[in-house]
Nanobody, 115 residues
Framework: QVQLVESGGGLVQAGGSLRLSCAASGSSLSITAMGWYRQAPGKQRESVATITLGGSTYYANAVKGRFAISRDNANTVYLQMNSLKPEDTAVYYC??????????WGQGTQVTVSS
């Protein structure tokens, strides 16, 4: 079983920046891809960014050029969010796959961008 613990959410003004962190622990299996999703009130959860074990990245069109996903080891992932907009307001969730392709989710962290 993998546990994902997120941190770094909060309240920021439009145009500001936040950095989210997510640390995975608890399993002897290797973590492969990790990523971030978000869910705004009344909307479906959507993918924001993903990074593979090899470092390949994917970004949703809405955040390209403003957000950057990175990993500093196999089990910790970051999301640097710049030029934040009110429409970025959401609960942000970290997820991760292990080597058996089991998907795990974090508990979520609130990001609120004021106009």
């Amino acid at each position: 079983q993998v546990q994902l613990v997120e941190s770094g959410g909060g309240l920021v003004q439009a145009g500001g920046s936040l950095r989210l962190s997510c640390a995975a622990s608890g399993s002897s299996l290797s973590i492969t891809a990790m990523g971030w999703y978000r869910q705004a009130p009344g909307k479906q959860r959507e993918s924001v960014a993903t990074i593979t074990l090899g470092g390949s990245t994917y970004y949703a069109n809405a955040v390209k050029g403003r957000f950057a996903i990175s990993r500093d080891n196999a089990n910790t992932v970051y999301l640097q969010m710049n030029s934040l907009k009110p429409e970025d307001t959401a609960v942000y969730y970290c997820n991760a796959y292990d080597s058996r392709r089991t998907l795990y989710w974090g508990q979520g962290t609130q990001v609120t961008v004021s106009s």
